[in-house]
């Protein structure tokens, strides 16, 4: 029978919709049943609640008053009282036991204060006589939180109160209870308010004459407060009110006590529409604050004489049962809500069971199907090999009707001598075991061929205790795999000699790769000694020549062998760094450094370069927000050089910006964005593609018209990235090229900036410029130094402006600057507060516009450390104690020094005895290591001072000769002189192998004359140490 046919699983698809139907339709009958009658029967069970609730407060209040009555019973009967009274019969003295009025006053002063402390409600007790027109004998109080007895001369006259007049009548056994009413003191409500009833207890002497009374202060503040909150709870209003109808305490407190605070509207009669105050257990529905209530009233009697009382009036607002009916609609729809869903996820669980049942059926044919279908042989076999069941394939593969075959084993139609493979104790195995097992058999098929089969047994159990474990047999014919397997297995053994002989050729050939690139490092490092030693000799020799006294043409010739030098020497340096970098010895020195003084000398070095072609070279610091940093300043200065050279190379007018800033980024890192904008040619967004490659140009005519190797972007990317950074690019043709370059660098502990700190404070300062761009970054940076800054375009605006107020600075364009501004500003501005300072380019062609001690002249572009410089000598006053000196002649040496060059080379030492000579040393040379160290022994007495010693050298090297000085041979006294190498080593751990011989510091080839003969002055006068 098929099941899907059947009626109920037909129709199954319906029965969670029918399910959800009738769910559905018992929820909601269920609500309406109880809607119909529930709110009425809230709003009864609710009117019940506040009668209750209103007797049960009732008593509360008449058992607080019947507490305070005992209270005042308790002082009354105290002997203080009566005794004071027997005293003012007796001349103050009691006949009773001698104690004076004076005593009693004091005992009762004692006890009253003990009272108050151990009765917290209590704010005030009272002794009042008759005598003096009802002044107070003994007052103490309850003041911030403090007992405090009161001075007699502050005790107060009562003669005239309401209170006082309505105890003097009363009889001895009765007593005294005042409405609740806002304290008052001296006549006035005591602020902060609250509420207060008093308690008195009349006081007569031995003839029955009303002597005085004793009365009590009660505060009512945490009384009401609690009634109040018993209401509130129970979602009700309480509201007292006195016998005129003001009310004592309400739900909305504003109503409260209305005849103390003058609020004769705040009555029931205005409230309620002239309604009469519930009474006598009365559940009354009235109109009462514009909402509609039921409320309940009771009377709590405070005195027969004057017929008062406090009503009390409990009310159930009908917006109130409104909500409480919400409420429990919204518990029996939640609940409604929760039975739907139960019901619905039983409908789905079984729904789920009924589908998972129609799934396994499903399955049940699919899997018959499948075996049926297999091309492997499926026969299921009992525990003693008899055949159960096989499909179609085994009957095909052993040529077998399943009904013939049940009736056999298995071990029988399966090669018949192979038969312990597939016995008894196998079947029983497996089924044991619960644990498949495959094996092959080899045999001759009926047929007389031979034949391997497959043979994969795994256990059949089922979850049924009924159904007996049985085996099934999976049996495929894998004579042709086998086959292949062989060939293959031949094949692999082939492959395996091709391999071993590739592998032997493949390690021959990477050895040879790498005695390759060991000779080519020894090349480079070897090619660039010898390439930077004459190289040194050229550009020292020509720096000595510019020391000469030359004509014009001579140092225009000079000037051009120069720019050609450095030209080599920069090409020279991209190839070597292209060749550290491709062999992975490039190193990255970590030091402190200045940004702005780093990037300032860069632009210092590259506006001569751009003034020869018209260009203007702009600097923008003012974003820079840290000024020390740690990274590798050389590598940054070397990035920056190659980006702007690269910018002057292709601008042909216009101008170059260079800005930088920098902002943090993890705790201890800062990042350097470096930006070099152009107004050059431009690039394609293909030419820019290929513009990093080394060796590879934008096009093939810029070699020509503009000349370079196409190396010094990609070896600026390559370092950019070794400093943690990358570089950008963004173009537009025939309009400019913006190249950015981002670098992560460390941030120091402490930094005590330089140039971000306010040196113009105060300063008024004028700039005459029609240059746009470079007004706006001088405007920025007189900003950052909180100056008074203005800006004009031309010298008329200048003058049309000043209205007779003086600068303290004025700085002007040359080309702005001509000999009648020039005369006007030195008549009638420059003065000792105003000074001048010309704007002039780099190859300055008129110095000499204005002769005053007041003017100065300063070369574009405008760095930071020299417009502070030019300005601090006019003013011959520094703007900031910490800010950069200039120094242009060498320092006074403490003494004369002997200075020992070591060199193999004639030019080199030559050439660095001349940069030295102009200072006070004794210079004595050496041509190699061993004559140096001769030279050190025979001049103990007349010792060296600092050695400047080159590493490369025949029969004694820099290295040896500063190991053995180090180690004593020259003499204990040699041991710690200073030396300083000089190499024209270039490759990565030239400085490292230099440092471990011994040498103190290191000098490359070829020289910078500066910064050797201050590396040479600054080791000189640390020698001092060693005097």
């Known amino acids: 029978m098929d099941l899907r046919n059947t009626l109920v699983f037909r129709n199954n698809r319906w029965l969670p919709f029918i399910g ?230 309400a739900a909305k407190p504003s109503l409260n006590f209305g005849f103390d605070l003058d609020k004769p509207d705040a009555t029931w009669q205005q409230i309620s529409g002239n309604s009469a105050i519930p009474q006598y257990d009365q559940i009354l529905a009235l109109k009462f604050l514009q909402q509609d209530y039921w409320m309940v009233g009771s009377k709590a009697l405070l005195s027969t004489r004057g017929n008062r009382y406090l009503n009390l009036v409990g009310a159930l607002s009908s917006q109130q049962v409104e909500v409480i009916w919400h409420h429990q609609r919204s518990a029996v729809i939640a609940l409604m809500v929760v039975i739907f869903l139960i019901f619905n996820i039983l409908i789905f669980v079984y729904q789920k069971y009924l589908n998972k049942f129609l799934s396994l059926y499903d399955k049940q044919s699919r899997y018959e199907a499948i075996v049926a279908g297999s091309s492997d042989a499926i026969i299921n076999v009992d525990k003693s090999g008899t055949i159960l069941s096989w499909n179609d394939s085994a009957a095909y593969f052993f040529d077998l009707r399943e009904n013939q075959a049940q009736v056999r084993k298995i071990s029988n139609i399966v090669f018949s001598h192979e038969t312990n493979a597939l016995d008894t104790d196998v079947l029983t195995s497996v089924i044991e075991q619960k644990k498949p097992q495959v094996f092959e058999v080899e045999g001759i098929s009926n047929a007389g061929e031979k034949r391997i089969l497959s043979i994969s047994l795994s256990p059949v159990i089922s979850q049924s205790t009924v159904i007996a474990p049985s085996v099934a047999a999976l049996i495929r014919d894998i004579t042709a795999s086998r086959m292949n397997e062989i060939k293959i297995q031949s094949m692999n053994q082939s492959l395996e000699l091709q391999v071993a002989e590739r592998t032997q050729e493949l390690k021959h050939a990477t050895e040879l790769a790498i005695a390759a690139n060991q000779s080519k490092s020894a090349f480079v490092a070897n090619i660039s000694h010898e390439i930077r030693t004459p190289l040194n000799g050229i550009a020292g020799m020509m720096e000595l020549l510019q020391r000469e006294d030359l004509s014009d043409k001579q140092l225009n010739y000079l000037k051009m062998a120069k720019s050609s030098v450095s030209t080599l020497t920069v090409l020279i340096n991209d190839l070597l760094d292209l060749s550290k970098i491709e062999s992975g010895k490039l190193d990255i020195e970590l030091v402190q450094f200045n940004l702005i003084e780093t990037m300032s000398s860069v632009i210092n070095s590259m506006a001569l370069r751009c003034d020869e072609k018209g260009l203007e070279l702009l600097f923008d610091w003012t974003q820079i927000q840290h000024e020390e940093l740690i990274s590798d300043a050389y590598r940054i200065k070397q990035v920056l050089v190659n980006l702007i050279g690269n910018a002057i190379k292709f601008t042909a007018q216009g101008q170059i910006v260079v800005s930088a800033k920098t902002y943090a980024a993890a705790q201890e890192q800062i990042w350097l964005e470096v930006v070099i904008t152009d107004t050059g040619i431009g690039l394609t967004p293909e030419q820019q593609a290929k513009l990093f490659r080394p060796f590879t140009q934008a096009h ?79 405007l920025r940076q007189f900003q950052l130094w909180q100056a008074e800054v203005h800006l004009f375009d031309n010298h008329e605006d200048l003058k049309e402006n000043l209205n007779g107020t003086l600068a303290d600075l004025i700085l002007i364009d040359e080309e702005l600057a001509d000999k009648t501004l020039c005369s006007w500003l030195q008549s009638n501005l420059i003065s000792e507060k105003t000074k001048l300072i010309i704007m002039e380019r780099a190859i300055a062609k008129n110095s000499s516009t204005i002769n005053d001690t007041h003017c100065g002249y300063i070369s574009k572009p405008i760095l930071p450390e020299q417009l502070l410089y030019t300005y601090n000598k ?11 000196e200039r120094r242009d002649d060498f320092p006074l040496l403490s003494r004369q020094y002997r200075v020992l060059i070591v060199d193999d080379n004639e030019i080199n030492r030559v050439v660095s005895s001349a940069l030295l000579e102009q200072m006070p ?107």
């Open 700 to 778: 093939a005519n810029i070699a020509k018209n503009f000349g370079g190797t196409g190396l010094g972007l990609s070896i600026s990317q390559q370092l950019v990235q070794l400093l943690g950074g990358e570089i950008t690019i963004h173009s537009v043709v025939e309009q400019g090229s913006t190249f950015t370059f981002t670098v992560c660098t460390e941030r120091i502990k402490i930094e005590e900036p330089k140039f971000r700190v306010p040196l113009f404070l105060g300063r008024k300062i004028y700039i005459v410029s029609d240059k746009v761009k470079s007004a706006e970054i001088l």
């Open 874 to 884: 006019l003013t011959e006053t520094r703007v900031h104690p910490n800010n950069v």
């Open 20 to 249: 959800v139907a009738v769910t559905l339709f018992l929820c909601l009958s269920i609500y309406f049943i109880y809607s119909s009658y529930a709110k009425e029967s809230i709003a009864e069970q609710h009117r019940k609640s506040l009668k209750q609730l209103t007797d049960k407060t009732l008593l509360t209040l008449e058992e607080s008053f019947a507490t305070s009555r005992n209270k005042v019973q308790f002082l009354h009967s105290t002997p203080p009282v009566s005794g004071i009274g027997r005293a003012f019969l007796h001349d103050g003295v009691d006949p009773y036991d001698d104690t004076t009025l004076q005593q009693w006053n004091k005992r009762l002063q004692i006890i009253f204060a003990a009272f108050i402390e151990t009765n917290p409600e209590i704010r005030q007790i009272r002794y009042i006589t008759h005598n003096n027109g009802g002044k107070e004998l003994v007052r103490v109080e309850r003041r911030n939180g403090q007992v405090v007895i009161t001075p007699e001369e502050l005790l107060q006259q009562k003669g005239q109160t309401d209170y006082y007049q309505e105890i003097e009548k009363l009889h001895p056994n009765e007593s005294y209870l005042s409405d609740i009413s806002l304290n008052r003191e001296y006549g006035v409500i005591e602020n902060p308010i609250w509420p207060t009833y008093r308690v008195a207890k009349p006081i007569f002497d031995e003839n029955y004459k009303f002597f005085g009374f004793v009365i009590i202060n009660v505060d009512a503040t945490q009384l009401l407060s609690n009634l109040q909150q018993q209401f509130q709870y129970s979602a009700f209003e309480l509201y007292i009110l006195n016998t005129e109808g003001f009310f004592i305490s």
């Open 921 to 1027: 040393l004794e210079l004595v040379v050496a041509e190699n290591g061993q004559i140096a160290l001769d030279l050190l022994q025979d001049t103990e007495h007349r010792k060296f001072d600092l050695i400047l010693m080159d590493c490369q050298m025949p029969i004694l090297d820099g290295f040896e000769a500063t190991k053995l000085i180090r180690r004593g041979f020259v003499g204990k006294h040699y041991q710690d002189v200073i030396i300083i190498a000089m190499t024209a080593g270039a490759m990565s751990g030239d400085k490292d192998a230099c440092i471990q011989a011994g040498m103190d510091d290191f000098i490359a080839k070829p020289i910078d004359p500066g910064a050797f003969i201050n590396k040479v002055l600054a080791w000189l006068e640390k020698s001092k140490a060693y005097d």
